[in-house]
Structure formats: C-alpha cells, structure tokens
C-alpha cells in the first residue's frame, strides 16, 4: 500500500495488531513485568479497527501536548492520529472481558519511544470497558466509560462513531477494504497523568493493514473542532482499515 509506505518511511504509523505465531514471547520479552498497582497489562483479541494520520496546525497542537515532548511536525503542521477499535473481547489484569470498543486521539511525539515505530501523546481516550476505563484512572490517565462507540463495516461502507461525556465527538464514514499482508508493528501512546508520566505500549505481532478512503466530522465547537480548524479532516498519511487477531498492551508509570 503506497500511503502505508510512505508513512512509514518518516517514522509515522498507528497501533495495530496481529495474530502469535509462537513468536509472541521474542516480541514482548523486552519488557517489564508490572511493578505497581498503576501497572496492568491488556491483552485484545480478535480486532478491527480504523486508523487515521492527518495534519492539523502545530500551532493548535502544541498548548495541548507538554512541553517536554517535541512534536512530530511536517512544515507548519502536527501530526494527529485517530483510532478506534472493536474487539471481540480483551482481558485486563487476567480477568476476561467482553466485547470491548475503545477510541483514541493523539499528537505524533518524536524522541520518546525508540524501540516503537510511532509515539502519541494522548489527547483523548475513551472505552467501553468498565475494568479497563478503572485501571487508566487508578494509573492517573484521563479516560472515560461510554457506550457512545460504534464500528461497523458492511459491504465496503465503514461507519464509526465516538462519544462520550469528556472526549470529543465525531464519526468516520467512507469505503474500506481489509488487507491482506501481515507485518510487526509497535506503537507507544504517552499521558501526563497525576501520578506522573504513564507509556501505553502495544506490540502487534501481525497486523493486516488495509486501505480506506475516509471522513472524519465533528460539531462546530468541540475541542477536536478547534484543534483542527474545522469540522471535517482527512488521513493523507495513513488512512486505513485494519484487523489483528491479538495485541498486547503494557501500561508502565515511566517515573
């Protein structure tokens, strides 16, 4: 996928997953166990999920992101990452949930991360997942518990919607195809949370990244609104519709 390249070839891509291949201890063996209370780990099985890199003004970009981290910009612009996933069910700490749907916004961090392919700073993060919406906050992370995110995808028609109490709203239409090759892929998503700074770190030892050709909108208003200068945005970096078998998260107080 040329889109897909190019991102790639600048060190820009999204979280995604993919299925173990006996492998899976290789990949992850590099990390920490979980140290503290405000550590847990995530495993999600069986995904799909929309995947979105667009440019917005650095110039909105920057009073949201902390100063300590240095944004990944081309000209004039940040670079903003939206993603929204829907999973046959995940597990949190051990315990087996159900269906879980989780939604996300983020500013590209460059100097973070270097064993990932891509670094986020969290805007917003939203799940439908009691226990895993409880362990963010008992980390100091800012999320919210909604059933407000849908995802859907029938006959090449992709529609997803994302709200909740303390996220912005917005939805992403369009055409998407699944793809069919599978890759490693390694994104950490960072947040200065009350207890100090926290990693969200997943390795997807496969991902199938597809492709789309989307829209996102979002009320006039709304602090998405006004980080984009508008209420519509596109993905000329990456705009793709992707599936994984599993992936697993690791969150890590980094202080």
Not at 21 to 31: L, R
Not at 61 to 72: G, N, Q
Request: proline content about 4%.
């Amino acid at each position: 996928m040329k889109v897909r390249m190019a991102v790639v070839s600048v060190g820009l891509c999204v979280a995604c997953g993919g299925a173990p291949e006996g492998e899976w201890e290789e990949a992850i063996g590099s990390e920490t166990s979980a140290a503290s209370s405000k550590d847990f780990d995530v495993t999600f099985q069986n995904c799909a999920e929309f995947a979105g890199i667009g440019l917005v003004p650095a110039v909105n970009a920057r009073p949201l992101v902390p100063a300590h981290y240095s944004l990944a910009q081309i000209g004039d612009s940040a670079i903003i990452v939206v993603r929204v996933a829907s999973c046959a069910g995940s597990v949190v700490d051990g315990k087996q949930q159900g269906a879980t749907l989780t939604s996300q916004i983020g500013i590209s961090v460059t100097g973070q991360d270097e064993t990932a392919q891509i670094n986020n700073y969290t805007l917003d993060y939203a799940t439908s997942v009691a226990r895993l919406h409880a362990r963010f906050q008992g980390a100091g992370v800012d999320a919210d518990n909604t059933n407000g995110i849908s995802f859907a995808l029938s006959s090449g028609v992709l529609a997803v919607d994302s709200s909740s109490a303390h996220t912005p709203t917005f939805a992403v239409d369009g055409s998407a195809v699944p793809g069919t090759d599978p890759s490693q892929f390694i994104a950490s998503w960072w947040a200065d949370g009350n207890h100090g700074v926290v990693r969200s770190r997943t390795v997807f030892p496969q991902i199938r990244f597809g492709g789309s050709t989307t829209t996102l909108t979002t009320p006039a208003g709304s602090t998405l609104a006004q980080l984009i200068g508008g209420t519509t945005l596109n993905f000329p970096l990456l705009d793709s519709y992707n599936t994984f078998a599993t992936s697993e998260m690791q969150v890590r107080d980094t202080d």
